[in-house]
Antibody, heavy 121, light 110 residues
Framework: QVQLVESGGGVVQPGRSLRLSCAAS????????MHWVRQAPGKGLEWVAL????????SYADSVKGRFTISRDNSKKTLYLQMNSLRSEDTAVYYC??????????????WGQGTLVTVSS | QSALTQSPSASGSPGQSVTISCTGT?????????VSWYQQHPGKAPKLMIY???KRPSGVPDRFSGSKSGNTASLTVSGLQAEDEADYYC??????????FGTGTKVTVL
């Protein structure tokens, strides 16, 4: 079955970096756009970033633009999120979610189980 | 990229219907026929319930329906069941490759 498994979360100090990974299985990873979505503790969902199936398109929320970089390795069926210059407001559960064939489609399904990132000194 | 506005809570008794609204602007909800809705149970990942305003993915009960008028989208859950108690989020394009979620609505089954 389609499965997404995130890893790489943890506690990190403000200003430091962290890289998240999302391992995909059960579908042809190289054909789908992928997203990162986060959820601060007790708060709502916030879209973070998108990458197209062929890496030709990257898009970011204003809140992370210039600090976060989304990437993918289709040969390893893995999605990444490089997070630099982390701030306390980046503390959240980070989910990866499969998009659709067309990167512009508003479609997030399925989702991984999430990985918690805590930014604290 | 301001979050779409949803009422914080909604409730209904088993068997009744509840409707959740999601209000945006002409730059997001009103400008695209791409509103989607997600159900999230506590401690779980969200699940897609409606896409492209009113389409249901395979496996989603037909008790869930969506609609849109102008800058406001709605999700209706008919024949409420205990397992429908969850948080619900809407989402829309806010640009060709930009997306925005709603503030979320907690649905309680009385």
């Amino acid at each position: 079955q389609v499965q997404l498994v995130e890893s790489g979360g943890g506690v990190v100090q403000p200003g430091r970096s962290l890289r998240l990974s999302c391992a995909a299985s059960g579908f042809t990873f190289s054909r789908f756009a992928m997203h990162w979505v986060r959820q601060a503790p007790g708060k709502g969902l916030e879209w973070v970033a998108l990458i197209s199936f062929d890496r030709s398109i990257e898009s970011y929320a204003d809140s992370v633009k210039g600090r976060f970089t989304i990437s993918r390795d289709n040969s390893k069926k893995t999605l990444y999120l490089q997070m630099n210059s982390l701030r306390s407001e980046d503390t959240a559960v980070y989910y990866c979610a499969r998009g659709y064939y067309d990167s512009s489609d508003n479609w997030f399904d399925p989702w991984g189980q999430g990985t918690l990132v805590t930014v604290s000194s | 990229q301001s979050a779409l506005t949803q009422s914080p809570s909604a409730s209904g008794s088993p068997g009744q219907s509840v409707t959740i609204s999601c209000t945006g602007t002409s730059s997001d909800v009103g400008g695209y026929n791409s509103v989607s809705w997600y159900q999230q149970h506590p401690g779980k990942a969200p699940k897609l319930m409606i896409y492209e305003v009113n389409k249901r993915p395979s496996g989603v009960p037909d008790r869930f329906s969506g609609s849109k008028s102008g800058n406001t989208a709605s999700l209706t859950v008919s024949g409420l069941q205990a397992e429908d108690e969850a948080d619900y989020y809407c989402s829309s394009n806010a640009g060709r490759y930009n997306f925005v979620f709603g503030t979320g609505t907690k649905v309680t089954v009385l």
